[in-house]
T-cell receptor, first 114, second 110 residues
């Protein structure tokens, strides 16, 4: 059973703080993704990684960075949190290659920036 | 650029009624299409993918390349079908990214 876990379910930070969101998957998947989910906007891809130390920008990378030092772990970093980054953040993973492969999602982290 | 459109933000039906959640896409190649579902307080999960041509929980979806649509259908809705539904597209090849629609919140009333 694929498990994608995220370090926190709820997080409250202050404007300007550096924020780390952690994601771990236990199925040896090559691909990992970070999305933000906002009502009326659906899921928007922030960054993804297809291998250790490899990353690519998604559709809304501004204000975010990522780190993938180990295959199972993918971190999302908000360098200086702002109120417009208040959102639900979803991590996902999938096996390499085939485009029809399912993405497996974590439970999400609801981040509030005050 | 690829795009997924779900025209209905909200859809409300009565139990036992047919339900259709619309999804249209914009992509010039041969896309892979998916439906993902998120039940209340649960994580987002795959419902079905067009390549599998399967029925999951009574839902089916047919890819219509002429109309660039991938509508999700169920002949008799159940209360447990109430959830947020997202249509997603992968442009294929070595592209691992999914493009999601904005979602449709389905409510099935008793």
């Amino acid at each position: 059973d694929v498990k994608v876990t995220q370090s926190s379910r709820y997080l409250v930070k202050r404007t300007g703080e550096k924020v780390f969101l952690e994601c771990v998957q236990d199925m040896d998947h090559e691909n990992m993704f970070w999305y933000r989910q906002d009502p009326g906007l659906g899921l928007r891809l922030i960054y993804f990684s297809y291998d250790v130390k490899m990353k690519e920008k998604g559709d809304i990378p501004e204000g975010y960075s990522v780190s993938r030092e180990k295959k199972e772990r993918f971190s999302l970093i908000l360098e200086s949190a702002s109120t417009n980054q208040t959102s639900m953040y979803l991590c996902a993973s999938s096996p390499w290659a085939a485009s029809y492969n399912e993405q497996f999602f974590g439970p999400g982290t609801r981040l509030t920036v005050l | 650029a690829q795009r997924v459109t779900q025209p209905e933000k909200l859809l409300s039906v009565f139990k036992g009624a047919p339900v259709e959640l619309k999804c249209n896409y914009s992509y010039s190649g041969s896309p892979e299409l998916f439906w993902y579902v998120q039940y209340s307080r649960q994580r987002l999960q795959l419902l079905l993918r067009h390549i599998s041509r399967e029925s999951i929980k009574g839902f089916t979806a047919d890819l219509n390349k002429g109309e660039t649509s991938f509508h999700l259908k169920k002949p008799f809705a159940q209360e447990e079908d109430s959830a947020m539904y997202y249509c997603a597209l992968n442009s294929g090849g070595s592209n691992y990214k999914l493009t999601f629609g904005k979602g449709t919140l389905l409510t099935v009333n008793p």
